[in-house]
């Protein structure tokens, strides 16, 4: 079995991405849950932003002394500026939603919420 | 305990699937095809000197229209589901006195600056939604120093509102002047700016949208706050 | 040796050690806060891919704003996470 050869920031957001995932799928608290969606998200906006580098270019404001052949891709940025601002919007509903749950049932674990409702 | 090796045996597959496919995709190599195009032409089309603003406004402006509209979704969502009749602060420990003095005197020179970023969003990086995000920090920090702060609610709401019927407004003047919705009429038929290419009075209709999403985003995060911040009181 | 490469290693890796610790404390305050460090790293792994409004994005909205608003969700909930002692596995039904 090889070890792939990738950079170190594509192994820093696949982390990221697998970090978030665990805690999404083994802790039992609601609010634990949302902290790793939204490391989640901050993982897959990394991995964006680092495919549209290109090494030895600088950043894509063309001022003085900067060509048009002189920039890194424009285009991943462009996506990543909306993706942040929609991740910070999903997470303050899932927060407002936790809230109302924890008004409702007492308690703040998926499993005793499972038993309280059936 | 079994739950916990099985769920990091099944992370680890799925790395080693994520790095086999990554490492198709070599890192640092130039595989720009439309952003070359967008970069040699974004002077003449839009007048902008950043690139990556002139392609969140003008070339894919109708994507941020969509994006403006989620916001607007998830403020609405947070105030219909913490809603009470009647609502106060409930906070126990006034601010010691470095707080409440440095507060005061710095509140102006943080809605100052966030301005300023989205003035300049087509010159200098930054644009609307880090300047609406700054302007909404500044709110917040009042929130932190005095417990009985409250933002004037009413006059706020209706300040996002018409930000957000402002730029549907805009392209739909695009729309009766040129051929499609959101056509940079200021650009492109007054011609106004031409030759101030690097300056501030340039850049077509950059700078009017991006003070529209500024004032928009900036109200409607304090808005949220205010929600979250804010229990029912049973009388 | 190359200076600049060194740093990366540095800063990913105190980015994954935070975010490693965010989700392993019990506190949930200091969960909140190891997601506001993770976002920290991240605005300055941006800044050395050479995009600056990413980064002043990420810094405004993901440090300051998301923090704040999981802290507020703290107050009006519980701040411990309580663990329950294991119960016997899913084939015994109760």
Known sequence: MNVPDISVYYFGAIALVLIGLYAVLVKKNVLKILIGLSIMETGVNLLLVSIGYVSGKSAPILSEGITASNAVDPIPQALVLTAIVIGVATTAMALSAAIILYEKY????????????? | MLKRALAIITLLIIGYWLAQGLAGVPFGEDKMVVGKYYLEHVKEDTGAVNAVTAIVVNYRGFDTLGEVTVLFIASTGVGALLWRKKKKRTAKTEGSLVLTTGVELLFPFVVLFGTYIFIHGHLTPGGGFPGGATIATAFLLLYMAFIT?????????KTEGLAGIGYVLVGLIGLAIGG???????????GWGHDNIGRLFSGGFIPIIYTLIGIKVGTELSGIIDNMLKEGVSE | MNCITCIEYIIVALMILSAILAVEWRDLLAAAVGMAAVSLFA????????????????AAIGAALSGAIVIFAIKRTQRFETEEEEKPGWWVRW
């Open chain 1, 106 to 118: 007492g308690t703040l674990n998926v499993e005793e919420i499972r038993r309280l409702r059936g």
């Open chain 3, 43 to 58: 605005s300055i792994l941006f800044f050395m891919l050479q995009a600056p409004d990413v980064a002043m994005t990420e």
């Open chain 2, 149 to 157: 702060y409250e933002i004037p609610h009413r006059a706020f709401e």
């Open chain 2, 180 to 190: 499609y919705f959101l056509y940079d009429w200021i650009w492109q038929t007054w």
